[in-house]
């Protein structure tokens, strides 16, 4: 799949064990610091929708796994995902088992040094993501 461009904007804090060790299923355990990511993405000239556009913003949790054959495998677990399109929610949750629903996603708006992105629906706001202070990264 070919994404003409992805802007992500994320925040990772440390959370409470007892609030993130609810949202893991078993098999996944904590790691030894409970971290959990806010992000927000913008996808710009989405090959698969033909050029179209979309947003992202979503919550995840890092975990382990410790498995029969894999052992201590550290990575995150979505607790859930809130897509502004139709076709990507229903690719990513009945075909790769995310958990995603709707949600109105803006752009990434900016303000001096200021980036925010707002998610909502029917007027009911989910969350705001907001950063300043930002350094881009290299290609």
Known sequence: MHYGQATVLSATFLSAV???SRVLPAPLQLPEEPLVTVYGVMCRNV???AGKDYNIAAVDVACVFDGEVDRNVHGSFCVV???NMTEPILGG???SGVPKIYAS???FQRRDDTCSMAVSHF???IFDL???GRTP???
Request: hydrophobic share 45%; no cysteine.
């Open 47 to 49: 090959a698969w929708l």
């Open 123 to 125: 007027g009911h706001p």
């Open 18 to 20: 007892a609030a993130v």
């Open 81 to 83: 995902m809130w897509e």
């Open 93 to 95: 949750r009945d075909h």
């Open 105 to 107: 996603i803006t752009d």
């Open 130 to 132: 907001s950063a300043s």
């Open 137 to 139: 990264l290299d290609n």
